[in-house]
T-cell receptor, first 115, second 109 residues
Framework: GAVVSQHPSRVICKSGTSVKIECRSLDFQATTMFWYRQFPKQSLMLMATSNEGSKATYEQGVEKDKFLINHASLTLSTLTVTSAHPEDSSFYIC???????????FGPGTRLTVT | GQNIDQPTEMTATEGAIVQINCTYQTSGFNGLFWYQQHAGEAPTFLSYNVLDGLEEKGRFSSFLSRSKGYSYLLLKELQMKDSASYLCVIMDSNYQLIWGAGTKLIIKP
């Protein structure tokens, strides 16, 4: 099946710094990528949907200036958490889809800890 | 290698019971999740098992046997709204999520 990777798998950063998380589709071209946030034992919360070459669509309550999403190519999307705070500590998961009628494949997640 | 197997598709009748199986081979184990995903929506958390045994939550139950690398999700009193994909997800020793391909459950009246 299709593979989606994320890098880094785990990151610790200091409060006030920015951290970038990469999401790659390894064997298919992802026209759409999704970014989720997950709190322990809870459902994935969709943060934003990004289509290659266009601006991301953010869900209500998600600050677009804080969570910068770039989907510059058909195989790469990045999420940058700017001026991170301890409450941003979470598990961030991306998923990718080749087209509207295609399966959605999930990445392994990135655990962010802000100290 | 890491591998999660679950049936691609299952069909059941409204009011009946269905069991969705999941077998896995992963590098380490830190828990197994079941998620429900309706088309076009984000996955919804259903259950988390880290110890062997059965966890019951309303109409849904999840079972885990770590020695067998096996889990199942049991849905009782099926309703039409239960038509969805059910994802078996393992957290490995590095706390990374390994996603199964999902089982599409079709409920018929």
């Amino acid at each position: 099946g299709a593979v989606v990777s994320q890098h880094p798998s785990r990151v610790i950063c200091k409060s006030g710094t920015s951290v970038k998380i990469e999401c790659r589709s390894l064997d298919f071209q992802a026209t759409t990528m999704f970014w989720y946030r997950q709190f322990p034992k809870q459902s994935l919360m969709l943060m934003a949907t990004s289509n290659e070459g266009s601006k991301a669509t953010y869900e209500q309550g998600v600050e677009k200036d804080k969570f910068l999403i770039n989907h510059a190519s058909l195989t790469l999307s990045t999420l940058t958490v700017t001026s991170a705070h301890p409450e941003d500590s979470s598990f961030y998961i991306c998923s990718a889809r080749e087209g509207q009628d295609h399966e959605q494949y999930f990445g392994p997640g990135t655990r962010l800890t802000v100290t | 290698g890491q591998n999660i197997d679950q049936p691609t598709e299952m069909t059941a009748t409204e009011g009946a019971i269905v069991q969705i199986n999941c077998t896995y081979q992963t590098s380490g184990f830190n828990g197994l999740f079941w998620y429900q995903q309706h088309a076009g929506e984000a996955p919804t958390f259903l259950s988390y098992n880290v110890l062997d045994g059965l966890e019951e939550k309303g109409r849904f139950s999840s079972f885990l046997s770590r020695s067998k690398g096996y889990s199942y999700l049991l849905l009782k009193e099926l309703q039409m709204k239960d038509s969805a994909s059910y994802l078996c997800v393992i957290m490995d020793s590095n706390y990374q999520l390994i996603w199964g391909a999902g089982t599409k459950l079709i409920i018929k009246p």
